[in-house]
């Protein structure tokens, strides 16, 4: 298994799958089991995760992906989705939190009326938190998918409205990425060299 640091030098955006490679559904499941463990502001957890898995579902993604043959070729294809609206759920994802004796009542209240305070009347507050939190998701994912020793592709190249409409989305739900996870084909770049640190980081 490779550590963390192995994985994020390792991962690379897959351009090709084996098309033979099958996931069972309980390894579909198994990848969102680790992927919702990703923080999320005031633990909103403002994601939902749809996975392209049979051959139809593929078939209907593909022209919609604008032609990209790896939602076809992976074993699967996650349609990973913010959601609007956390003022109205925050107190569902957080009770847990309470319950498992980490937040005290009185933080519990403070954080659901922040919530309220910060995002009901701010439509582009929640949608930057439904990207940030779907993107935090992706790389989650991304991550345990490199971990099972899996490629992954992030993508952006498909018609978000044509996606919402096909997969049947709430118009709350933005779908912010899609991710393909599978066993790597025989045609992938490598990783891409990245820029030098010195070049992006300011240490202040
Ligand atoms: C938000 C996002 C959207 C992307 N969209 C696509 C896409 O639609 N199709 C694709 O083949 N690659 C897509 N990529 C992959 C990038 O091209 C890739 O991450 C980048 O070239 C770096 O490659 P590497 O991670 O393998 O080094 C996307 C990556 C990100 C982060």
Redesign the pocket.
């Known amino acids: 298994m490779p550590t963390v640091t192995e994985a994020i030098q390792s991962r ?2 897959a ?1 090709s799958y084996d098309p033979t490679h099958v996931l069972s559904e309980q390894d579909v499941t198994g990848l969102i089991d680790l992927a919702r463990h990703a923080p999320s502001a005031f633990n909103l957890q403002n994601w939902r995760f749809i996975a392209v898995h049979t051959k139809e579902a593929k078939a209907k993604l593909l022209p919609l992906a604008y032609g ?1 043959e790896k939602v076809v070729d992976a074993a699967v294809t996650f349609i990973v989705c913010g959601t609007l609206d956390p003022h109205k759920t925050i107190a569902g994802s957080l009770r847990p939190s309470v319950d498992a004796g980490i937040l005290d009542e009185a933080t519990f209240k403070g954080w659901v009326g922040a919530v309220e305070g910060m995002y009901a009347d701010n439509p582009a507050m929640q949608r930057d938190e439904a990207v940030r939190s779907a993107s935090l998701a992706a790389m989650t994912l991304m991550m345990v998918a490199t971990e099972r020793g899996m490629a992954s ?5 498909f018609d978000q409205a044509g996606v919402a409409d096909a997969f049947n989305l709430d118009d709350r739900e933005i779908p912010v ?1 899609l991710v393909t996870v599978g066993r790597a084909g025989k045609t992938n ?1 490598p ?2 060299p990245r820029k030098a640190t010195s070049d992006i980081l300011s240490i202040v």
């Open positions: 690379f955006s351009h990209q592709t992030p993508m952006i190249g990425m770049w990783q891409k």
